[in-house]
T-cell receptor
Framework: GAGVSQSPSNKVTEKGKDVELRCDPI?????LYWYRQRLGQGLEFLIYFQGNSAPDKSGLPSDRFSAERTGESVSTLTIQRTQQEDSAVYLC????????????FGAGSRLTVL | DAKTTQPPSMDCAEGRAANLPCNHSTISGNEYVYWYRQIHSQGPQYIIHGLKNNETNEMASLIITEDRKSSTLILPHATLRDTAVYYCIVRAAAGTGANSKLTFGKGITLSVRP
């Protein structure tokens, strides 16, 4: 596609529920990144993929967070047993390859945990 | 461990040049300087990057000091749409074995006034 697409754009859930956030990168981009941005804060790195492998998942805040990527394309970020502190905008970015100069970001998925 | 330091905020008048400073005194020889910006409620957007030479594109100019310990992003004719948070980031070049993620700091909030 023309850009990085994320869905849903907005998600409201109850504490304790599981959520899945989806990212469709630019076609042909082999690297994919997930970031989290809490209200009024900067971007926190979560995980990145090169192909379907995740060389760096050091930013995942707890074992409630997981991510996978299939077909060197779409990626899903899953948050289990959501907590209120998980409320944030989750941003996905892709690049031609790992270490490429330009990351293209999606508009983000805004998650609100009640 | 922050690799760059930026003032928290600045403003400039519409139509004037906006000069955004960044200090990166511990930059390594193989690290590039990147600038991204984030307009309210959007994902970050790539602006420009450079190693040691000054760079210019349709969005901005990047001036890097000879010792590479600081740089300035110049928006030559700021418009109201340039109001955003601007992030200065250093990262090693692709193929060096370094981690490919971009680490975002707090950035500098640029407010363009009419």
């Amino acid at each position: 596609g023309a850009g990085v697409s994320q869905s849903p754009s907005n998600k409201v859930t109850e504490k304790g529920k599981d959520v899945e956030l989806r990212c469709d990168p630019i076609s042909g981009h082999t690297a994919l990144y997930w970031y989290r941005q809490r209200l009024g804060q900067g971007l926190e790195f979560l995980i990145y993929f090169q192909g379907n492998s995740a060389p760096d998942k050091s930013g995942l805040p707890s074992d409630r967070f997981s991510a996978e990527r299939t077909g060197e394309s779409v990626s899903t970020l899953t948050i289990q047993r959501t907590q209120q502190e998980d409320s944030a905008v989750y941003l996905c970015a892709s690049s031609l390859f790992s270490g490429a100069n330009v990351l293209t970001f999606g508009a983000g998925s805004r998650l609100t945990v009640l | 461990d922050a690799k760059t330091t930026q003032p928290p905020s600045m403003d400039c008048a519409e139509g004037r040049a906006a000069n955004l400073p960044c200090n990166h005194s511990t930059i390594s020889g193989n690290e590039y300087v990147y600038w991204y910006r984030q307009i309210h409620s959007q994902g970050p957007q790539y602006i420009i990057h450079g190693l040691k030479n000054n760079e210019t594109n349709e969005m901005a100019s990047l001036i890097i000091t000879e010792d590479r310990k600081s740089s300035t992003l110049i928006l030559p004719h700021a418009t109201l749409r340039d109001t955003a948070v601007y992030y200065c980031i250093v990262r090693a070049a692709a193929g060096t074995g370094a981690n490919s993620k971009l680490t975002f700091g707090k950035g500098i909030t640029l407010s363009v006034r009419p």
